[in-house]
């Protein structure tokens, strides 16, 4: 294994006992941190890996799961063949909720790790050693999606003193229990930012209301409002109306902007073509 001479700081793996989906979040003080530290399967695992860290150990560890071995015998297997593995810091979960976690004893301080029913909580280069446990409570006591509960975990790890060199990157990737391999239900990076955590939930924020735009229920009208832009909202809004039958509020809301932007008529007949609303012709008349 080639060492990657880069510095990473508080993580976390897991996975959601209720949906079976498999996370990773990160934040540091080392640009990019959110490229190079988790990587995730769907049906496999997620693995985090860093200190010094070699990123050789996500792509092998997800292999070696999904090849049937258990966290604790893949890490195993990957500390042993690593000579510098004194200076990493690793950590899996796998599909059935086992994790593994390995703190190398030249980790600079402070440096450590807990885990707890299906995730593993990691740091090193802290300003106190009550980092890891304070992202392992706050982790257990939240509530919602993983990508939310996993959050929790990075936003109190920095409310206990987090890296004593400061902030600059965050993280996030989430996988479905059972996907196609490049499918992800989130996938969020902060490369470079004075405050990184703040900038990773506004990113969660648009991205869950993104995904709302083609359901039409309360909880995503309130997600719209809350992340999107005027125009985004106003054509969930027509969605809304065209999937309700109503083409007489759709049209109303579609006029002007066919009349700012003609072309948008282009857009109606791709999302009519895709089932999102009822016949063009009918809507644009």
């Not at 919602?144 to 987090?162: D, F, M, P």
């Not at 506004?202 to 359901?215: C, I, K, N, Q």
């Not at 054509?235 to 007489?248: H, K, P, S, T, Y």
Request: with cysteine; net charge negative; hydrophobic share 45%.
């Amino acid at each position: 294994m080639a060492s990657a001479a880069r510095a990473v700081t508080y993580s976390i793996v897991a996975r959601d006992a209720e949906t079976g989906e498999l996370g990773v979040a990160v934040q540091s003080r080392a640009f990019r941190a959110g490229s190079g530290v988790g990587c995730a399967l769907p049906g496999v695992g997620a693995v985090a890996s860093q200190a010094f860290s070699e990123r050789s150990y996500g792509p092998l560890g997800l292999e070696l799961l999904q090849a049937g071995k258990t966290p604790e015998q893949a890490l195993a297997g990957l500390v042993a063949a690593d000579p510098e593995s004194a200076v990493r810091q690793v950590a899996m979960v796998d599909a059935e909720s086992r994790t593994a976690v390995h703190t190398g004893t030249e980790c600079i301080r402070e440096a450590g790790h807990r885990t707890g029913d299906g995730y593993s909580v990691q740091a090193n280069m802290m300003r106190s050693t009550d980092v890891w446990h304070a992202m392992a409570e706050a982790f257990e006591a939240a509530t919602g999606s993983l990508a939310r509960r996993l959050l929790a975990a990075l936003e109190a790890a920095e409310a206990a003193g987090g890296d004593w060199r400061g902030q600059q990157a965050a993280g996030l990737l989430v996988v479905a229990a059972d996907d196609k391999p490049w499918e992800r239900v989130s996938d969020l990076r902060v490369d470079d930012h004075a405050e990184p955590l703040r900038e990773l939930r506004r990113l969660l924020d648009l991205e869950e209301a993104y995904r709302a735009l083609t359901r039409s229920d309360e909880r995503a009208a309130a997600a719209r409002s809350d992340g999107l832009s005027a125009v985004d909202v106003r054509w969930a809004e027509i969605i809304d109306a065209g999937q309700a039958g109503d083409l007489r509020r759709a049209r109303e809301l579609l006029a002007p902007l066919l009349v700012e932007e003609p072309r948008w008529a282009d857009f109606v007949r791709a999302l009519a073509g895709r089932g999102l609303v009822p016949d063009a012709d009918e809507l644009l008349r």
